[in-house]
């Protein structure tokens, strides 16, 4: 698995990340769009279709 920030080998304690660095950059990403909203051009939305794209930890990754 790879790290969707900088594209490195994930550590599992931080998966999907390698590392926590990556981890809050992926966290301040997301807050940044929710932080959009204040901007008032995209007051409407409400569209979070990918949000638990990230949660799908369910299964064992034997790497
Ligand atoms: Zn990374």
């Known amino acids: 698995m790879k790290c969707p920030i900088c594209n490195q080998e994930s550590v599992r304690d931080y998966r ?10 992926d966290l ?7 932080y959009r909203i204040d901007d008032g051009s995209l007051f409407a939305d409400e569209e979070h279709g990918n949000m638990s794209r990230d949660h799908d ?4 990754d034997p790497s």
């Open 16 to 25: 999907p990340f390698c590392s926590r660095r990556c981890a809050y950059i």
């Open 28 to 34: 301040g990403n997301w807050l940044n769009e929710d």
């Open 57 to 60: 930890n369910g299964k064992t």
